[in-house]
Structures are given as C-alpha cells and as structure tokens.
C-alpha cells in the first residue's frame, strides 16, 4: 500500500504563492506518475498538473497554465506543485494522486490513478 500526505496548504491571500508537496512511502515513487488534482465547493473534481516518472513529461490544466509548476524529487518521495498568483478560483481541496504503471499518448495523465492523498485545503483570500 502507497501512502500519500500532502501539505503546504492553508490562507492566502490573492496574488500569494505557496508551494503543496506530497510525501510519499514506498520503494517504488520513482516510477510511478505523479498528479495532483483539486475540488472546490460544489464543484467535481478536476486535473491541476501531472509530472511523469522521470520528469519528462509534464502537463497542466489551462486554468493554472503559466502559474504552477510541478516537479519531484525521487530522492526524497516528493513531489511539489509551486501555485503562483493565486485567485479565488483556486480555492479549493488539493489532492495528490499517484499511479504505478505509465501511459503514453497526448491524455497520458488523466485519471485513472491508483492511490490518493487525503488532500490540503488551499483557501485563497480577496
């Protein structure tokens, strides 16, 4: 079993950063793709960024394009989502997501995923 713990959450207030990170247990984080995703009030689920096994495929949603970047560290288990010039959109619960096979093609890091994060609140202040 994976385990996922995000942090780095909390208040902020509009046009603030702040950077999530996800530890993660396991022997395997290094092949595995890593995401992190986000729900907000009444809203579904969506995709925020997802980093491939090696890092070398990368992909964001169009709302945090230019304003996030996600990269890993597979030394430490960790992968990190910089959030900048955050707006309330943002707010939101945000979820880190691990997946232990690959895939390939243009939609490689949509769902599904294998193990999921309990998720950190990110409350975006005006």
């Known amino acids: 079993q994976v385990h996922l713990v995000e942090s780095g959450g909390g208040l902020v207030p509009a046009g603030g950063n702040l950077r999530l990170s996800c530890a993660t247990s396991?022997?395997?984080?290094?092949?595995?793709?890593m995401g992190w995703f986000r729900q907000a009030p009444g809203k579904e689920r969506e995709f925020v960024s997802a980093?491939?096994?090696?890092?070398?495929?990368?992909a964001y949603a169009d709302s945090v394009k230019g304003r996030a970047t996600i990269s890993r560290d597979n030394a430490k288990n960790t992968v990190y989502l910089q959030m900048n010039s955050l707006n309330s959109e943002d707010t939101a619960i945000y979820y880190c997501?691990?997946?232990?096979?690959?895939?390939?093609?243009?939609?490689?890091?949509?769902?599904?995923?294998?193990?999921w994060g309990q998720g950190t609140q990110v409350t975006v202040s005006s």
């Open positions: 980093i491939s096994w090696s890092g070398g495929s990368i």
């Open positions: 997501t691990a997946r232990k096979d690959p895939r390939y093609g243009s939609r490689w890091y949509e769902v599904p995923y294998d193990y």
């Open positions: 396991g022997r395997t984080f290094s092949s595995y793709t």
